[in-house]
């Protein structure tokens, strides 16, 4: 009898068990839908109702309200950022001190954080979702990002501070609080948004720019270089995601620790040769499909407001959709309005609010118009999609059209070709994000929470390696949206000051006016 009833309460015990497992594992699907559900509605009114808006119309404020500058002057801010690189002793290139780094280091950090996986997988995903249209809504939104990080860049240089290691700190969050702050009179509203901001920065840097970025690097470098290869799992995980995510972190780890003047110089190195590596072989894959040239471009202009496809066999992409993904995939690849790389921009060497503005300029013209476009040309020029319908061929996905492309001309090295390029880039967007996110947390907590966050960032490394839900990427490509919000507000707000020092410089500087320098609201 004893025995019958401990079988039975056996039974019971497992079918309880079973029972509580289902129900807790329903529970959690349903938290997990819900919180699916309630992102999904954050980021579409973050992004398309009022992301985009915010975006376009700060862009073409800030551009009427300079005049054009990045066309009526773009003979000099070519002259004074790229082209002053290449002259001997040039300023450009130079560091003042220890604590500083130079304009190029500055623009080449700046790029490490920008060109990542947006520049390659994030353009093809604009084709293949928005069609070839896309492409000239990502250089529109482009051409006006130029003088919105113009902005952002003046403003960082103009409001930045030395911390007690005599380093420069500089972003968004210090122009909210000491600039619409106290000089507009809205010192509490300045104070929170520049809380809210550095919040954003923060939990975006986890996301968007680590665990968003090593996730792809792992999928590439094991499709690429680990073909096949399998040497079991560890609870339910791939040993091989667990060694390259231990590879990154050790090898972040090492760069990371060594501060802003350690990444600043792994990025000097790294960026400049894989993007012209990367432009190059875009060309090629160009110069092999040159008869299409032609068809391309026409479907460029031609799917940009929704045309149609030929006798209306197949109906074209909704202009809404065409629109949202050029802008979208544009921001996400240059951040021009999202004020992150403000705060690696604010430690320069530089002296001129307006002289760090321009490599702003540069440095969307640069990832955009040269990076992105070189992505697009190979995509529309290598017949993966149907430039007479705007539409992807059946069975395309966007996650590896470019990789596939270059597998199509150059073999298994074109494969492992754009594997090293997704690598490099989006290894290096983990690097430039670790120093947005620093920053931000220096705002909030002073230098003793950054040892923190650094161990933390570092540990999420492995994170991002071993994750597979969409879901963290989606949630991380909300708060990227919501850094916008703040940092745009500050910047409308603070136009005018934008308008007086811009005035300043090309008095002085292109029209030789004898006029005193506007260089810091702390004059000393």
Not at 267 to 273: L, S, T
Not at 408 to 437: D, K, N, P
Request: glycine content about 12%.
């Amino acid at each position: 009898m004893l025995e019958a009833d401990f079988y039975a309460g056996c039974l019971f015990s497992k079918s309880a068990i079973r029972f509580l497992l289902y129900k807790g594992g329903t529970a959690l699907n349903g938290i997990i839908e819900t919180i699916t559900q309630i992102n999904n509605e954050i980021n579409t009114f973050v992004w398309v109702k009022i992301g985009l808006i915010l975006l376009i119309g700060t862009g073409i404020l800030m551009t009427v309200l300079t005049r054009f500058l990045q066309v009526t002057h773009i003979k000099h801010w070519f002259k004074e950022t790229i082209g002053s690189v290449f002259k001997k002793d040039s300023a450009a290139t130079k560091k003042t001190d220890k604590k500083s780094i130079s304009q190029f280091q500055a623009l080449c950090t700046a790029l490490a954080a920008t060109i990542g996986t947006g520049n390659i997988a994030g353009v093809a995903a604009a084709i293949v979702l928005g069609g070839p249209g896309a492409v000239f809504w990502m250089w529109v939104a482009a051409f006006l990002g130029m003088m919105t990080n113009y902005s952002e860049n003046l403003l960082g240089i103009y409001y930045r501070r030395k911390n007690k290691d005599g380093e420069w700190s500089g972003g968004p969050m210090y122009y909210l609080k000491d600039g619409l702050g106290k000089m507009c009179g809205y010192e509490r509203i300045g104070s929170i948004l520049a809380v809210l901001f550095s919040i954003f920065a923060i939990l975006a840097s986890f996301g968007i720019g680590n665990m968003g970025q090593v996730n792809k690097i792992t999928l590439n470098v094991e499709s690429a270089f680990l073909k096949g290869v399998n040497i079991g799992s560890l609870a339910g995980i791939p040993v091989t995601h667990i060694i390259i995510g231990g590879v990154l972190m050790i090898v972040a780890a090492l760069i990371i620790i060594g501060g802003l003047q350690r990444i600043a110089a792994v990025a000097e190195r790294v960026v400049p040769f894989m993007a012209v590596l990367y432009v190059i072989g875009a060309l090629i894959v160009f110069g092999i499909n040159i008869e299409n040239v032609g068809a391309m471009f026409l479907s460029i202009f031609r799917f940009a407001f929704g045309v149609k496809a030929v006798g209306g066999a197949v109906a074209g992409i909704a202009i809404k959709e065409v629109i949202t993904q050029g802008c979208k995939r544009g921001v996400f690849s240059n951040e021009a309005g999202l004020g992150s790389s403000v705060i690696v921009h604010s430690s320069s060497n530089v002296t001129e609010p307006v002289t760090q503005g321009l490599w702003g300029i540069f440095e969307v013209f640069f990832d955009t118009f040269i990076v992105c476009t070189m992505t697009a040309i190979v995509v529309l020029s290598s017949g993966y999609i149907n430039l007479e319908t705007g539409m992807a061929n059946p069975g395309v996905d966007d996650a590896t059209l470019v990789s596939q492309v270059f597998g199509q001309h150059f073999g298994i090295v074109g494969e492992m070709f754009i594997a090293l390029a997704m690598l490099l880039f989006a290894f290096t967007t983990v690097l430039g994000w670790s120093q947005y996110g620093t920053k931000a947390v220096e705002y909030l907590f002073g230098a003793k929470g950054v040892k923190v966050y650094k161990v933390i960032f570092v540990l999420m490394i492995m994170s991002g390696a071993v994750m597979t839900s969409s879901l963290a990427w989606d949630i991380s490509d909300t708060f990227n949206g919501l850094m916008m919000v703040p940092n745009l507000i500050g910047v409308v707000a603070l136009s005018p000051l934008v308008v007086k020092i811009t005035r300043n410089y090309v008095n002085r500087k292109i029209k030789g006016k004898d006029e005193a320098p506007i260089l810091s609201y702390e004059q000393e």
